[in-house]
């Protein structure tokens, strides 16, 4: 059950998000681009999706807010929270609707402990990748963000860069060498649509995530995250979890809910969700 304070946060949270996507839920299509997105998400027609620029900040303002109240409750934990305090330069895949940016944004400023997060001389870098231009929703959520919060860019710097992980370049492999933690939040889907690259994209991280520094990968934790390779069905984490030579698990949950306060104030249905958590250190 979420305390008084859980939900308090949350709304802060709500409120960033009400706020930039303002504009995107007034438009007379937004019902209409929402029904579309639900059609080819079901039959995984992700570049339908995130090459169409109309669709981005509908996205957002619908998918976003549950994802970033989940990642604030992750960001929270005692283990993230101790990665926070060394204000590290964080690696955001496929992170361009703007989830990361939020959630550990509100983790850095909000969460339970994070008087300590940020406390050295640099400021926390938040840098999100994607393979399509999100860049103009995330100057706008950044913008509210500081706005809201208050929170300056010595506090916090963000980042955005266009790359596509299936097609890996010099670029990205030196933003996840240099990074002290790689997030792969709600991706492995979109990534293995093309099975040959994204076996590429785990041999990279494998690769380039530096010793000491950090790997989170979450997903979630029903079937469709589930891989099929032959005629046998994987879990994505499975494949990190058998490199055990390499990634020493600090976390490792396959199956938990988050589930939001009651009563939120939000224009849109904001559901509950069930993911997996890995949390993996890079020996």
């Not at 361009?96 to 926390?124: D, F, H, M, Q, Y």
């Not at 040959?196 to 991280?205: E, H, Q, R």
Request: charge should be neutral.
């Amino acid at each position: 059950m979420s305390s008084p304070q859980d939900k308090e946060q949350q709304q802060r949270i709500l409120n960033v998000l009400r706020m930039a996507c303002a504009e995107a839920m007034r438009r007379p299509d937004f019902a209409e681009r929402l029904q579309d997105m639900k059609q080819k998400f079901y039959v995984r027609d992700f570049d339908g999706i995130f090459l169409d620029p109309t669709n981005l900040s509908v996205y957002t303002a619908q998918y976003v807010p549950r994802r970033a109240l989940c990642y604030y409750e992750i960001f929270s934990r005692p283990e993230l929270q101790d990665i926070l305090a060394t204000s590290p330069n964080i690696y955001c895949l496929g992170a361009g609707s703007g989830s990361e940016l939020v959630g550990i944004s509100a983790a850095s400023k909000c969460a339970p402990g994070a008087a300590n997060a940020g406390s050295t001389a640099r400021p926390i870098t938040i840098h999100s990748q994607d393979y399509t231009d999100w860049s103009s929703i995330l100057t706008t959520l950044e913008d509210t963000i500081r706005y809201k919060w208050g929170i300056g860019a010595q506090q916090i710097k963000y980042q955005f860069s266009m790359d596509n992980l299936l097609q890996m370049s010099p670029d990205i492999e030196h933003n996840i060498a240099s990074a002290q933690l790689v997030t792969a939040m709600f991706i492995f889907n979109e990534l293995f649509s093309d099975k040959t690259n994204a076996m590429n994209f785990v041999k990279a991280i494998v690769k380039c995530v530096a010793p000491g520094a950090y790997f989170l990968l979450v997903d979630s934790a029903g079937s469709f995250s589930s891989i099929q390779i032959g005629t046998k069905s994987y879990m994505s984490y499975m494949f990190f979890d058998s490199l055990a030579k390499h990634f020493t698990p600090v976390i490792s949950e396959d199956s938990k809910w988050f589930r939001h306060a009651p009563n939120l104030d939000y224009p849109l249905n904001v559901e509950n969700m069930r993911y997996f958590i890995r949390l993996y250190r890079k020996t």
